[in-house]
């Protein structure tokens, strides 16, 4: 057990690299196998064919600590958890570990598919060097939280793989390790299992375990994590809280300054821009007005109506959005559309917006802004209002106006 106020686990300047030729990658495992058969250091540099999956990456880990670590595919993220667990040897920097640590990688890692849940529970018991009544009571625990009893003594090959994934969390979880490494388990399983892993990870950290977790479920990593790592071609672009994290992939993703392409000149009409601005205050703050600008550029005299809409910052959600029901006459050269927004009715948080230009007989789509190229990313403001944190941490979008009786 580590002594209270140590970390758990100590990462420094971790670099794994690989070979993009399987033939490469041989010679050079062979070659890595003679330097240790001689106690000679391996090489730290690339060679032919290689490159860095990770590279000099930093991280430390305490009692109660909840760290996601977050990235595009093929960012580095699962080879720092192999890292983290020893199933990968690092070629560059360490990894401590104090106390017990499980690993939830890769989906029926550790389960043999012949033998039935119940057997491979007590394989998994014995391992751990738990006999008897613990053992019985492991059992117990685990059955009934990955909600199997009907299957428990059927082989586990006939498991869908949400069976599988809810058997090999539950059984981690249960064996109370002082540091759990999750790898998109919680992506497998239903809704409702979901939850229930949420709640048991909250309460696993609340009472002193730690969790490192990989995932690309935004509402996961806010719900769960306190702090955030982000991983951009295998090494470290951002390390500080959770949302931070998030912000900065989004950030990553879709670059706030990437100029946006011009219209091909066969186009009528562009939108050279789409902003959302305080009317009355410095920042765009909830509940406070708000001004939307469409900045056009046309070579013709055209008859349009303009709609916008607010999105959230990963462009998965509509949030909200309304039309002009007017026509608007715009002539050659550029010009402006806007319109106030009297009262902003999104909580704290980053957003996305787009927009669009219909022309105003036939409604086709003239131009549009935020769908083929980036949309405008916007920033509201917290007010440090109690009860508005209390909705952020519920995941809500939006505030309404309510009549209590």
């Known amino acids: 057990m580590s002594v209270a106020g140590e970390p758990l686990l100590v990462a420094r300047g971790l670099s794994k690299r690989f070979a993009r030729d399987v033939r490469q990658a041989r010679a050079h495992a062979l070659h890595d196998i003679g330097r240790e058969l001689l106690a000679r250091a391996p090489s730290g540099e690339l060679r032919p064919g290689e490159f860095w999956a990770l590279e000099d990456v930093d991280l430390e880990v305490r009692r109660g600590d909840a760290v996601a670590v977050l990235g595009a595919n093929g960012a580095g993220k699962t080879t720092l958890l192999r890292l983290l667990a020893g199933l990968l040897k690092p070629d560059r920097g360490d990894v401590r570990v104090r106390g017990r640590l499980e690993a939830m990688i890769e989906l029926g890692t550790g389960i043999e598919p012949m033998l039935t849940g119940r057997e491979n529970l007590l394989v998994v018991a014995a391992i751990h060097r738990i006999t008897g009544a613990a053992a019985r009571r492991l059992l117990d625990d685990v059955v009934a939280f990955a909600d199997l009893e009907e299957v428990i003594d059927a082989p586990v090959q006939t498991y869908s793989s949400g069976m599988r994934a809810r058997l090999a969390y539950s059984l981690s979880a249960h064996l109370r390790p002082d540091v759990l490494l999750v790898d998109e388990v919680l992506a497998v399983g239903d809704l409702a299992f979901q939850q229930r892993c949420v709640n048991h990870m909250r309460s696993y950290i609340a009472e002193g375990g730690a969790v490192v977790l ?51 000149k066969t186009d009528p009409i562009a939108i050279e821009d789409v902003t959302i601005e305080p009317v009355d205050e410095a920042e765009l703050r909830p509940e406070r007005p708000a001004r939307i600008r469409l900045r056009y550029r046309t070579d013709r005299p055209l008859d349009v109506r303009w709609a916008f809409s607010i999105w959230t910052s990963d462009q998965w959600v509509c949030v909200t959005g309304d039309a002009d029901p007017r026509k608007h006459q715009l002539g050659p050269g550029s010009g402006e559309l806007s319109c106030t927004v009297p009262r902003l009715p999104l909580l704290p948080g980053r957003y996305s917006i787009r927009a669009g230009l219909v022309d105003a007989q036939s409604r086709d789509v003239l131009a549009h802004r935020g769908w083929d190229d980036l949309p405008s990313f916007f920033h509201v403001r917290g007010t440090g209002d109690a009860t508005v944190h209390v909705r952020m941490s519920m995941q809500q979008l939006t505030s309404i106006d309510v009549e209590w009786p």
């Open 214 to 264: 990989v995932s690309h479920s935004v509402f996961h990593v806010q719900t769960i994590c306190e702090r955030g790592l982000l991983l951009v071609g295998g090494r470290v672009a951002y390390s500080g809280t959770a949302v931070g994290a998030v912000e900065q992939l989004f950030e990553h993703r879709f670059p706030p300054h990437q100029p946006v392409p011009s219209a091909p």
